[in-house]
């Protein structure tokens, strides 16, 4: 079966760093645009990040650009989220997703479609 597999999580203090990688089990994540998603207790999912599979162009939500970097390892086929200077707020579990498309305009709504991670837990506390 298709899926997506994220690795990186854990727990870490505030200001720390983590870097999370985002895989497909059987094939590479070089064509496709690529979301990263977070999920807090009693929260809904929110987006995080995207990267474009067209240009690598890249988005941000508000309180994450410039701590938060996403990048494309084309020869490993993967897709990355650097998280640097981490808040409490940040603790979520983190998931990685697709539409299958080249585009990022809109991947607030892939909750509808696509492929989905299992997600990797994020924590960050004194």
């Known amino acids: 079966q298709v899926q997506l597999v994220e690795s990186g999580g854990g727990l870490v203090q505030p200001g720390e760093s983590l870097r999370l990688s985002c895989a497909g089990s059987?094939?590479?994540?070089?064509?496709?645009?690529i979301g990263w998603f977070r999920q807090a207790p009693g929260k809904e999912r929110e987006g995080v990040s995207c990267?474009?599979?067209?240009?690598?162009?890249?988005t941000y939500r508000d309180g994450v650009k410039g701590r938060f970097t996403i990048s494309r390892d084309n020869a490993k086929g993967t897709v990355t989220l650097q998280m640097n200077s981490l808040k409490p707020e940040d603790t979520a579990v983190y998931y990685c997703?697709?539409?299958?498309?080249?585009?990022?305009?809109?991947?607030?709504?892939?909750?509808?479609?696509?492929?989905w991670g299992q997600g990797t837990q994020v924590t960050v506390s004194s």
């Open positions: 997703a697709t539409d299958w498309s080249f585009y990022c305009a809109g991947y607030l709504l892939w909750s509808d479609h696509g492929t």
């Open positions: 059987g094939f590479g994540l070089d064509r496709f645009a």
């Open positions: 990267i474009s599979g067209n240009d690598d162009s890249t």
